[in-house]
Nanobody, 127 residues
């Protein structure tokens, strides 16, 4: 059974930083592209960032470019989302996901394209 487990969320003041982790267990997801999404109350789940497992190229939504950095640890089968200069509008539940379709060109930004999901971790940015 595949499992993605997020950690690292919490409460931080505007301008602060958090690092989210997404660890995979069960059937290996080593070749699967990984994405981060977030969902604020009353809003749809939105794409935040993603990383190609082959090659490590990263993609970000415009609103987080220059503030968030996605990285991976192949040995631990874990991806990290370093979030700096956090803003109140970053407040949401953050989810990591894995895309089980191999060989894609580019990255998927629609939640429906991802096959495995973590349980989510709350990030709250106060004024």
């Amino acid at each position: 059974q595949v499992q993605l487990v997020e950690s690292g969320g919490g409460l931080v003041q505007t301008g602060g930083s958090l690092r989210l982790s997404c660890a995979a267990s069960g059937r290996t997801l080593r070749n699967y592209d990984r994405g981060w999404f977030r969902q604020a109350p009353g809003k749809e789940r939105e794409f935040v960032a993603a990383i190609k497992w082959s090659g490590g190229k990263t993609y970000y939504v415009d609103s987080v470019k220059g503030r968030f950095t996605l990285s991976r640890d192949n040995a631990k089968n874990t991806v990290y989302l370093q979030m700096n200069s956090l803003k109140p509008e970053d407040t949401a539940v953050y989810y990591c996901a894995a895309d089980a379709v191999l060989g894609r060109v580019g990255i998927m930004t629609a939640a429906s394209d991802y096959d495995y999901w973590g349980q989510g971790t709350q990030v709250t940015v106060s004024l």
